[in-house]
């Protein structure tokens, strides 16, 4: 739950390792780099991480482990993640010395018409119940990656997954904080059964079962994505979603499949920024860095108003973008070469006014949304970026009976304007926040990295990007170091900004540094929570070994061998 206080608060609040002049990546540390040789994984739960190794020490490569630590999340954060929810990825392969890209996301029900929406009365999406629920791609994306690039057998890679689910696990202090704020989905179809059973949501330590997702999982290692998308699986969901009034089908089950995309990417200093084309947000990044590519960020200095303020800035317009454009190219023809051109941002950051925070910017005119990330790498050099979500925690509350997961809701990311690029229509993928990253330099690979969280997922991914690069400080420093969240009205559902938004800021920054962003218009609140969770791993070419580094503010760990 985000607790916001009034600006007074943050300016009693005590600063943090802000008293000199010019501040540095050492001032936020939590702990060391983890380093290794052989391998290294980062995920958002110590037992992902520590099942990725063990793939890892069996002969598996980082495609093998990070399927096998994604399941692992699906079971022991299933606020955040599962079989029923979406994912998208980046593989760089030692082998062919490039990068893949995956779109593992689903497209909405064909039976399911936007007159429906028009003649019900709805002007949003709900979020909950049977109407945000599109089909559900993690199982075909786990397949087509394990097809592409896996080496261990399926069901070896998915027996940790089904052992957690059958045998337990602890509830760690994050998930059982996020199964608490999910109570108020018990009312929906099986929630209270399979995630309540003892009566309320397991509390911190307590060992936690969930055999029907076990049950789910070894119909998946024995039968494949064919069990899930054509066989009993996807009729279980289908009669479901029938019985609840929704409208996703078999025929829509039947008919899903992944796609392999090219990344995108624009420069930075000499370095090389990946992302993944809509439906995704991944290109705001993009367009972020190259109008903050403008600024001497590094002589402006971390924590400084005048940074602050051109980050805050370059957001609002990338956003601007984001939210007339972003959306499935497959139903309209996105301009993402223009959007993400130096010539572009360029034409941009002259509306950038160092004195004053705008209250609105129009989109640039263009010619002619509760995640789990991480990444693993191996011995062979083979690394994985991948991220994956129910969206809105435990999904759209729809809990298949006897299938012991959550189908989510990211249907609810459609706008019902007509005309929008991303207006609700059959057979759509929504617009989509979770976004994998990855920093190439000179073509070779340097960063893999995400960082979890709705629309802070680019914000964020463009403040490590600037604290790697910009400030110098390493992989654990700039993740630990204190973030910034711009929020404002313009959302993928065509709403836009008109008062300059709220910019929250995490403890650390100092009172003057406040009071100068205040003069020149921000709306400024301390906030406890929200500035996403983040992994990383990095390729040390001199000295041939990983760097990893993980999120200090939730439960995660980066470890190698």
Known sequence: MRRTVSI????????????????????????????????????????????????????????????????????????????????????????????YGLNGSGRSPRSLKLEYFKENGYEFIPSFGPLPVSVPGCVDGWYEMHDMFGHLPMNEVLQPAITYAREGFPVTEVIAFALKQAETLKEYPNIKEVYMSSGHPPIKGEIFKNPLLANTLEKIAKGGRYEFYKGSIAKDIAAFMKKQGGFLSYDDMYRHHSEWVEPVSTSYRGYEVWELPPNGQGIAALQMLNILEGYDIAAMGFGSADYIHVWTEAKKLAFEDRAKYYADPFFNKIPVSQLISKKYAAERRKLIDMNKAAKIYDPGKIEGPNTVYLTVADKAGNIVSLIQSNYRGMGSGMCPTGLGFVLQDRGEMFSLEEGHMNVYAP???????????FITKNGKPWVSFGVMGGDMQPQGQVQIIVNLIDFKMNLQEAGDAPRMHHIGSSEPTGQQMTNGGILLLESGFRTEVIQNLMSRGHTIQWDLGGYGGYQAIMWDDKNKVWFGASESRKDGQAAGY
């Open 427 to 437: 057979g759509k993928r929504p617009f989509h926040t979770i976004i994998p990253s």
């Open 8 to 99: 007074i608060l943050s300016i009693l609040l005590p600063s943090v390792a802000f008293s000199q002049d010019r501040i540095t990546g050492h001032d936020f540390a939590t702990r060391s780099e983890v380093i290794a040789r052989n391998g290294m994984a980062a995920t958002s739960h110590p037992l992902a991480t520590q099942v990725a190794l063990d793939i890892l020490k069996k002969g598996g490569n980082a495609i093998d482990a990070a399927i096998a630590a994604d399941a692992v999340l699906g079971v022991v954060e299933p606020t955040g993640a599962g079989v029923g929810g979406d994912l998208f990825a980046i593989i760089w392969s030692a082998d062919k010395g490039k990068l």
